[in-house]
C-alpha cells in the first residue's frame, strides 16, 4: 500500500501496526477532537427522509445561513465538496494567468490543481532555521503580523522585472494560505491587503482560521466585498470534524462564483452534508467550547514536544504543531505505529521539509500526553548512553 499524500489515511497506517483502523490514535489529520456537534448530528438524522430527493442545487438554504454567519449577501458564497473541490476550480482559474506565486512548504494540493491546468508556478520560500524566521531576503519587503512575527516572503509586485522574472505587462496570481500549512504561522490582514493591488487575482485558503479566536483571526472575509480578485477558501471539515461530510465553501465576487458554478457538476454538496453546516455554523457553544479548549491544549503539547532531546516544535496558530526531529522521522512514525498505535503526520509530501520534520494535531489532554511518552521512549532508545 502506497504512502499516504495527506494525513488521516488510518486503513494505511492500521495495515503497517497490525491492528483495526479504530485502534489508531490519528495526530496526522488536524481534525478537531471535540466534534462533531451534537447539534449537527441531529440535522444528519432529520434529513434522512429527504435522500430520496435531490438537494437543491441553488443550495439557498446553506449559503443563506453560511451569509449571515460572515455578514454577507449569499451570493458571495459558493459550497463546495470541501474545499479540495473549490481550490480545483481556483486552480482551473490561475492557470490562464502568466504565473502562480507559492509560499512554499506548501500544501500539496495546491500543486496537484496548479500542474493539472499546466499553471506556472513561483515559489518563494519560508525560512525554517533558528527562530523560524523569514529569510533575511526578502524581509525588506513584509509586513508582520502583530501577534506572530510572521512576515510574508513575497516580492512587492508581481509587475517588476525583479525578483520575479515576469515582464511589465504580466498579470499573474497569488495562492497562500492562512494560518500556514504545514508551520502554522498566521500572517496578519495588514501583510497580506497589498498584494490584493499587486495581483490579479489572490486566493487565500483560510481552511484552519476559525481555530484562530475572533480577537485575533486575520481573516479577509470582512474586504472581500472590496476586491473583486479576491478569493477565500473556508473549510467546515476540521473544526467541526466532519471531515467524512466533505464540505468547504468559496467567498468571492458573485460574477466568478457564477463561472465556477457552470464548471462543475449541480450537486456537489450532499443533503447531509448541508443539513450539517446550517446547524454548526449556527452553534456558537460549540464554538465558544472549541477556542477554550485549544489554547491549553496546543500549549501541552507544545511544551511537552520541546521538552524531548532531539525535537524542535514550532509555534503556531493553528490546531496543529510543525516538530523539527533530529531522527529519520519515517523511522519514528512506523514505530509509533509499531508500538503505540500513534499515526502522525510525515511531511515527505513538503519537498522542503523532507524526512527531518513531521506534524501533529493537537487532541485531548490525554491523547497528547499518549503521543508525548512514546516519543520520549523512542527517543530515547535512540540516544546513546552515558558514562559518568
Known sequence: ????????????AAALAGCPPEAIVDFSASISPLGPPKSAIAAIYS?????RHYPNPDYSDLRLA?????????????????????????????????????ITPAF??????????????LEFPLS????????????????????????LPLPPCPRHPAPLPLPPSASSGLLLNNPHNPTGRLFSREAILPYLEEYALVVVDEAFMDFVPPDAEQS??????????????????????????????????PERLSLWQSWRDPWPVNTLAAAAAVAAVQDQEFQELTWKWLTPARN????????????????????????????????????????????????LSFKELGDRFFRVAVRSE???????????????????????
Not at 470582512?222 to 480578485?229: A, E, I
Request: charged residues 15%.
Open 1 to 12: 500500500m502506497r504512502q499516504p499524500v495527506h494525513g488521516g489515511n488510518l486503513v494505511w
Open 47 to 51: 434529513q434522512v427522509g429527504n435522500l
Open 66 to 102: 453560511l451569509g449571515r454567519f460572515h455578514q454577507l449577501p449569499s451570493e458571495w458564497i459558493l459550497p463546495g465538496n470541501g474545499s479540495a473541490e473549490l481550490l480545483t476550480l481556483a486552480g482551473r482559474e490561475l492557470a490562464n494567468l502568466s504565473a502562480t506565486t507559492l
Open 108 to 121: 500539496g494540493d495546491y500543486y496537484r490543481t496548479l500542474t493539472a491546468y499546466n499553471a506556472k508556478i
Open 128 to 151: 525554517l532555521d533558528g527562530e523560524w524566521g523569514m529569510g533575511n531576503e526578502m524581509e525588506k519587503f513584509l509586513t508582520p503580523c502583530p501577534r506572530h512575527p510572521a512576515p
Open 220 to 253: 479577509l472575509i470582512g474586504v472581500v466585498q472590496d476586491y473583486p480578485n479576491l478569493v477565500v477558501l473556508r473549510s467546515l471539515t476540521k473544526f467541526y470534524s466532519l471531515p467524512g461530510l466533505r464540505l468547504g465553501y468559496a467567498i468571492a465576487h
Open 300 to 347: 501541552q503539547l507544545f511544551q511537552g514536544l520541546a521538552s524531548i532531546p532531539g525535537l524542535q516544535p514550532l509555534e503556531g496558530a493553528a490546531n496543529f504543531l510543525l516538530v523539527k526531529s533530529e531522527q529519520s522521522v519515517l523511522q519514528l512514525q512506523k514505530k509509533l505505529l509499531q508500538h503505540h498505535q500513534i499515526l502522525i503526520r510525515d511531511c
Open 366 to 388: 490525554a491523547d497528547n500526553q499518549r503521543l508525548l511518552t512514546a516519543l520520549s521512549s523512542i527517543t530515547d532508545e535512540g540516544r546513546p548512553i552515558s558514562h559518568k
